[in-house]
């Protein structure tokens, strides 16, 4: 599920009842979203007004078995040495239990709100990604790359069996990325069929690397549980090895996701 964290209103309690909830239903991962600087308000473009990693942190400590990740983080607006130290922290942390989801980004003006190159923002995830790779695995000095080389230095805490990462994206930029560096690809939903054709696309890409294909729906409660049941049926049919639900505003977000976790127990 996608933590509904779309409004200053929303007290921090509510978040945390709210990932318990998750948990003792049987989803198992929450995501959060990730904007540092947006030129409008927080609400449903732009996600919560809380840092997805310190949110993440948080939550780790007040549950046990779910997993926390982001869907998806901004990788060009930050430091990607920080980033590293701070993901494998919270791996640590958590036993484990982190997913970074990652993004080249997509807002202009929030780019240049905060000094990032937008132009380049694609090229700079590759290279996030890559040392992050670098880093997670093990990786030492010296590390030689296009962008981000070091010729000193010891990471710490190396994480145990590494990081999950996601790049989520229709684009055939996005899944060439996912193809190369991630573990999960997330798309975004335009018919089952189109999403067996782009995690047709997904395999083809990786050449035997084995990257999960999952996607992200929206469900507000505007339309019959049922029907929202029988999507995420449709999409695993069409190849989705994993649905994650963005339940819209959160005033209403438990009672759905309660009735979408009965729906799905009757199917």
Excluded at 68 to 85: C, D, E, I, Q
Excluded at 91 to 96: E, F
Excluded at 118 to 126: C, S
Excluded at 142 to 164: C, K, T
Aim: with cysteine; glycine share 10%; aromatic share 8%.
């Amino acid at each position: 599920m996608v933590l509904p964290d779309e409004s200053p209103t929303m007290s921090v309690e509510t978040l945390v009842d709210l990932a318990r909830a998750a948990e003792d239903l049987g989803y198992t991962c929450a995501w959060l979203p990730d904007h540092v600087l947006p030129p409008d308000e927080y609400g449903a473009t732009f996600g919560g007004v809380y840092e997805p990693l310190v949110t993440i942190g948080h939550l780790a400590a007040v549950t046990e078995h779910l997993r926390l990740g982001t869907s998806v983080l901004v990788a060009p607006l930050r430091n990607p040495f920080v980033l590293a130290k701070q993901v494998a922290t919270l791996h640590r942390l958590s036993a484990g239990r982190v997913v970074l989801g990652v993004g080249g980004g997509w807002s202009e003006r929030e780019f240049d709100a905060v000094g990032a190159v937008f132009r380049d923002r694609g090229a700079i995830t590759d290279d996030v990604l890559a040392l992050l790779r670098h880093l997670f695995d093990a990786g030492t000095a010296p590390y030689q790359a296009r962008r981000f080389s070091y010729q000193h230095g010891v990471f710490a805490p190396v994480p145990d069996a590494g990081v999950q990462i996601m790049v989520g994206g229709n684009s055939d930029a996005a899944l060439r990325r996912a193809a190369r560096y991630a573990d999960i690809w997330q798309g975004i939903p335009a018919t089952p069929s189109a999403f067996t054709e782009r995690a047709h696309r997904l395999a083809d890409l990786a050449a035997g690397r084995d990257v999960v294909a999952a996607l992200r729906l929206g469900w507000d409660g505007a339309t019959p549980v049922e029907h929202v049941a029988d999507e995420v049926a449709a999409y695993a049919d069409a190849g989705a090895m994993r649905v994650a639900v963005h339940f819209g505003d959160w005033v209403g977000t438990r009672e759905r996701m309660e009735a979408l976790a009965a729906a799905l127990a009757r199917r």
